[in-house]
């Protein structure tokens, strides 16, 4: 609270080192980040610029964050310490997602790539390439097979399906009119949300494009 420049805050502060009082005369109820049934466990630090996103494992016992300062890392949240360090992109880390077995990350950065990544090893495992700019969100189908990425540039927005087995782009995914702003998945199909804002209105939308079917 010393930091507030208000007069009236600065006079109860004042107050307070100037009683003799043993009665607090300013204290929290409960920490400033609270998670469910309990206060602050831990704050993790380690990463030079604004954390964007972070995932966690299906075990629930390691996240991986994505941040402006190129690079996602790995935490142990039983400990809390850093368990290692991801490098390879060239520009802010936007989001990472884990697939279901808990055995890989796939981020997307606004280097206009997404990367695969080994969370047992810490290496990258392959770069996708194919949007032309920025890749804002991506999301992986319940199989763990498939992702989706999506991608906003001056009249043209889309969003790529690729086969995260081969590595290899499956398909271009176009039709939106406005910036793409989040993908979700159900069992058959990527249902993406357009929001256009201007100064006189605000639009949402949804679109859904059906997924491949793919033979096991």
């Given at each position: 609270m010393?930091?507030?420049?208000?007069?009236e805050i600065q006079k109860i502060l004042a107050d307070a080192v100037q009683s003799?009082?043993?009665?607090?005369?300013l204290q929290p109820i409960t920490a400033s980040l609270t998670s469910p049934g309990g206060n602050l466990v831990r704050i993790l630090t380690g990463h030079n610029d604004s954390v964007n996103a972070v995932a966690i494992a299906p075990d629930g016992q390691t996240a991986v964050s994505a941040s402006v300062d190129n690079t996602l890392k790995l935490w142990d949240l039983e400990t809390g310490k850093e368990i290692s360090t991801l490098r390879g992109h060239k520009d802010s880390v936007n989001t990472v997602v884990i697939t279901p077995d808990g055995q890989t990350a796939v981020s997307a950065s606004s280097d206009n790539t997404l990367k695969l990544w080994d969370l047992e090893t810490g290496k990258e495992i392959s770069t996708l390439r194919g949007h032309n700019d920025s890749v804002n969100a991506v999301v992986i189908t319940p199989?763990?097979?498939?992702?989706?990425?999506?991608?906003?540039?001056?009249?043209?927005?889309?969003?790529?399906?690729?086969?995260?087995?081969?590595?290899?782009?499956?398909?271009?995914?176009?039709?939106?009119?406005?910036?793409?702003?989040?993908?979700?998945i159900t069992r058959t199909y990527a249902k993406t949300l357009l929001n256009s804002h201007s100064s006189v209105t605000?639009?949402?939308?949804?679109?859904?494009?059906?997924?491949?079917?793919?033979?096991?």
């Open positions: 010393q930091s507030f420049p208000e007069p003799k009082s043993e009665i607090p005369r199989n763990g097979q498939t992702a989706i990425s999506v991608s906003n540039s001056l009249e043209l927005w889309t969003l790529k399906l690729w086969d995260l087995e081969t590595k290899r782009e499956i398909s271009t995914l176009r039709g939106h009119k406005d910036s793409v702003n989040a993908v979700v605000s639009v949402s939308s949804v679109v859904r494009f059906p997924l491949p079917v793919r033979k096991s």
